[in-house]
């Protein structure tokens, strides 16, 4: 990392102004030098500038018009960012006053690493692992989140919630795919293209994050579930070999679909039984869809 390097933290938010405010609180007590903060409400119910007021100008807001889900929102954020490394940290996320710096230095342990990952905690049992590395499972479709606690930096497959990106790289591959991946999974998507174009993911065990989340808990609403099966199609047929792909739907999926028609019925924070029916509609949406492979190269989406 040259010295000098500038880092944009892109924090995208909903309806979650507690989570946010602790979020961006750890950030501003970073001991990173050259830090540009912008968060990116996705149509709130409520205004999130109020709790981040007393930081004034340096946190940046943007809002999104209408609702547009996550991806989008980390592209718009990237997009109006200017620092040489992006960190995408969602807002229920807090970090360590060295954990951007620790990021930051994982650059310089070698030339192909476009992509640098703390060691991910629970927050509710903050000596808890919740993911260090990803890499991808024997069965189709399934990607394994290591709870191991590393003892030196180590590759991983993926990464999500917390993770700096080389600017130019992430530009390079055309950002997230907000088209086909809106939320859920578009980090599994931008590791297959970072790989594709010969980049690696490091995860350097002395860059730390929490994440308020429980350790079996999964974020779902009735417009979000949509996307939990589809998108996981859409990727295999991206980016598998046909017969995995065939071994997935046919051996894999249908048990699947009635484990989380079941399970969003249960878990959706809002009109149930509507999550459980947009399972159904993502399932045959992604099995439908022609135009799957990805747009390459392309500029992230603006505001």
């Known amino acids: 990392m040259k010295q000098g390097s500038t880092v944009s933290v892109v924090i995208p938010t909903r309806n979650r102004r507690s989570q946010l405010e602790a979020c961006v609180g750890s950030v501003m007590k970073s001991d990173y030098n050259g830090l540009e903060v912008i968060v990116v409400d996705d149509c709130s119910d409520e205004r999130v500038e109020a709790p981040l007021d007393h930081w004034g100008s340096r946190v940046r807001v943007i809002r999104n018009p209408s ?37 930051a230095r994982t650059f310089d342990l070698a030339p192909g690493i476009a992509v640098a990952c703390p060691v991910i905690y629970l927050a509710r049992k903050p000596g808890t692992v919740w993911t260090s590395d990803i890499r991808k499972g024997r069965i189709p479709g399934f990607y394994i989140l290591d709870t191991a606690e590393p003892i030196r930096p180590v590759r991983t497959f993926s990464f999500h919630n917390s993770f700096m990106v080389r600017r130019d790289v992430f530009n390079d591959v055309g950002g997230f795919d907000s088209q086909h991946f809106p939320i859920h999974i578009s980090e599994l998507d931008l590791a297959y293209r970072l790989q594709g174009e010969g980049y690696i ?60 028609v079941f399970h969003h019925m249960l878990s959706s924070s809002d009109r149930r039984f509507l999550a459980s029916y947009n399972v159904l509609r993502g399932v045959v949406a992604g099995l439908a869809m022609r135009d799957i492979a990805p747009r390459l190269p392309r500029r992230t989406d603006s505001a």
């Not at 997009?79 to 710096?101: K, M």
């Open 201 to 260: 993911a490091v995860v350097n065990p002395r860059a730390k994050t929490w994440h308020d989340v429980a350790e079996s808990h999964m974020h779902v609403d009735s417009s979000r579930s949509f996307y939990t099966l589809r998108n996981r199609i859409i990727l295999l047929r991206r980016y598998e070999s046909a017969g995995t792909f065939w071994a997935y739907t046919l051996g894999v999926l249908p048990p699947l679909v009635a484990y989380y």
């Open 67 to 103: 609702r547009r889900l996550l991806s989008y929102s980390r592209n718009v954020g990237a997009s109006a960012s200017s620092g040489d490394f992006v960190f995408f940290l969602d807002d229920d996320n807090v970090i360590a006053t060295d954990t951007i710096t620790e990021l």
